[in-house]
């Protein structure tokens, strides 16, 4: 199939595209909701720029899959995926022993039939950083959580954003110090991002320096940092809390909007 167009809203096929796309997802090892694996599905189909879709942390490979089908279906080039695949780590999800999860993503890739559709590289993001030169369509991060290792990708791969290009970072509204910190002090109080939200745990937001400081994107996106904000203090105590901490977290975290995302309108948003 030929890539969409990037001056259009979806392709005519998307619902389909996205079906499929969950179908693949939802048979894979991970941790990834429908609501975001469909809105991943609709970041690699409607984003409108041209450049790589990479995916910092791919574990067993859920969200690869994901994004290779989309990737597949409209010709959009194979996904870049970076991970060590390694464990033990701080933040990553146990590997019941292992020490890698590589045999475990590959099997995935094998069994959704999108082997060909990705490019991985075994390594650290920074090792790939070092001599990347493309410009990204996509970044989706979900590396090290920390919030040394989140910036640190952020800081190594925004950069080559495309413009209108988008950035999605995982697990903001999960209780991890790195991502949620990172988006609110980076992206949403950054004037080089325009349209910026929240579906399910991800937090994304369209690179736009030529406009980002546009009263219409900096209002919406300082009242989005006011209420994801209050979850800082939270995030940094880590994943254990209790009692009325736990509760306060939970209240805050509900008042973030972050429910389904309608295509159609979010299509129309970034390409405004």
Known sequence: MSAPSQTSGLPQDFAPASDEAWQRV???PGFLSEREARFLALVAAAAPARGAILEIGSFKGKSTVGLASIAARYSLGRVIAVDPFTAPSSTDPSLGGSASSYDDFCRTL???GLTDHVEVHRHFS???ASGWNRPIRVLWVDGDHTY????EDLDLFAPHLADGGIVAMHDVLHNFEGPIRVFVEEVLQSDRYGPAGFCGSIGWAQYRPRDGAAPRFRELRA???RRAARLLPFSTRGRGLRGLAKLRY???RAAVP???VDPHAWADLIRR
């Not at 040394?148 to 910036?151: H, L, P, S, V």
């Open 26 to 28: 939802s048979a894979a």
């Open 110 to 112: 094998a069994q959704a």
């Open 126 to 128: 920074r090792d790939l």
């Open 148 to 151: 040394r290792g989140a910036k």
């Open 223 to 225: 009242a989005q940092a």
């Open 250 to 252: 939970q209240i805050y």
């Open 258 to 260: 972050h429910g389904d």
